[in-house]
């Protein structure tokens, strides 16, 4: 499994404090399953600040030592960049990161309110040739209040990230009812820990995903899946499985009524 998510870099932010804390999360994601993980510590956070070069250098550390350790772990670099005003600017100054040298930033809003201007952002962000994933925009208030909020963004070229926590409800029914729902509206498209701390925010990858067969359908955890493979070999991500089926209805109509006329 994949995981593209994660606060894995030793004492850089909120997730592990120091390199004991980063091996221990490193031998969870191993015996989770999980086989490449996305290092994102926050930037811009506005406590934390993370430039491209030095969580490159602290990921290269990290590999080394995971070598060193015998753990079956692959740690790619990565932000988890706070939407704020220069980051367009801060692009253009290299020091910000996609994840794993894919096309694809992740970004993380403010967990009140979606900030204005973010279509706008997320277009020229597009115009640069990236692609916005939206960090747990279940844990936004407005995407709670109105799930149409985030249609708008996903119309606008964005993807949507879930966090395991959310959808096992480590946060709560609301949060947890909100991710669910948001899967099903096709308004997510990849599944991540977010994971923090081995025994506060662990992974939960794999229980995710058995959720989702068992709730969604195996087709869904199959997608979501797929989607985390896709993104990091950076191509670009699948349609949820409903809007497969409703492709391969339409195509069968159409086949059906070239033979009924
Ligand atoms: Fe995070």
């Given at each position: 499994m994949i995981d593209i998510h994660s606060h894995i870099l030793p004492g850089v932010d909120d997730g592990a404090a120091d390199w004991e804390e980063t091996l221990a999360l490193a031998r969870a994601a191993a015996s989770d399953g999980i086989r490449t993980i996305v290092a994102t510590p926050h930037h811009a956070n506005p406590k934390y600040w993370n430039y491209a070069s030095e969580v490159k250098e602290l990921t290269a550390q990290v590999n080394e030592r995971l070598t060193a350790e015998g753990i079956e772990l692959t740690v790619l670099p990565g932000q988890e960049i706070?939407?704020?005003?220069?980051l367009l600017e801060a692009w253009s100054r290299g020091e910000l990161l996609t994840l794993g040298g894919s096309d694809c930033v992740l970004l993380e809003m403010p967990s009140s309110s979606i900030p204005k201007g973010m279509a706008e952002l997320i277009h020229e962000l597009r115009i640069l040739g990236l692609r916005t994933i939206i960090a747990h925009?279940?844990?936004n208030r407005e995407v709670a209040r109105d799930p149409r909020l985030l249609a708008e963004l996903v119309d606008a070229g964005a993807y949507g990230q879930v966090t395991t926590h959310s959808l096992l409800g480590g946060f709560g029914r609301q949060i947890e009812r909100v991710a669910w729902q948001l899967c099903q509206k096709g308004l997510i498209h990849v599944v991540s820990s977010?994971?923090?701390?081995?025994?506060?925010?662990?992974?939960?990858l794999r229980e995710a995903y058995e959720k989702i067969e068992k709730e969604l359908g195996v087709s869904w955890r199959v997608y979501f899946e797929r989607n985390a493979e896709q993104l990091i070999s950076g191509h670009p991500l699948e349609n949820m499985p409903e809007a497969k089926v409703k492709e391969t209805l339409k195509i069968w109509r159409k086949i059906s009524n070239i033979f009924r006329h």
């Open positions: 706070r939407v704020y005003d220069e925009p279940e844990r977010d994971a923090h701390h081995i025994e506060r925010r662990n992974f939960r």
